[in-house]
């Protein structure tokens, strides 16, 4: 294990910058989202890598997996996180069709 810790060293580092330009590029993929109405493809992608790279390393950082893992985050590692493509929404956020809110409460037969 303590082996194990010290070959990680790198991967922990590169984590930590990767997850940097997450959340650099999260306010960026909100808008484009917002504009779009579906995730854009490049972020999808940035992390889909992203997240599938954190584990692998924690994989092989808790000893869930032997092969020392890539730094790119590419599928084929042991362990393994698959993600559907991004898909259009049936209508765009900020706009409802309805006259109040979800949360406010409708008259019916239990108002009394």
Do not use: C, K, N
């Amino acid at each position: 294990m303590f082996f194990r810790l010290i070959l990680v060293i790198p991967h922990l580092i590169w984590l930590a910058i990767w997850s940097l330009g997450a959340l650099i590029v999260a306010p960026v993929h909100w808008v484009a989202a917002l504009i779009l109405g579906r995730p854009a493809g490049w972020a999808h992608a940035f992390y889909s890598a992203y997240v599938r790279y954190a584990l692998h390393v924690y994989a092989y950082l808790y000893l869930a997996a032997g092969p020392y893992p890539g730094f790119i985050g590419e599928p084929g590692y042991v362990v393994e996180a698959e993600f559907p493509p991004p898909e259009q929404q049936r209508r765009r956020p900020g706009r409802r069709r309805g006259s109040s809110p979800p949360s406010a409460p409708r008259a019916g037969p239990a108002a009394g």
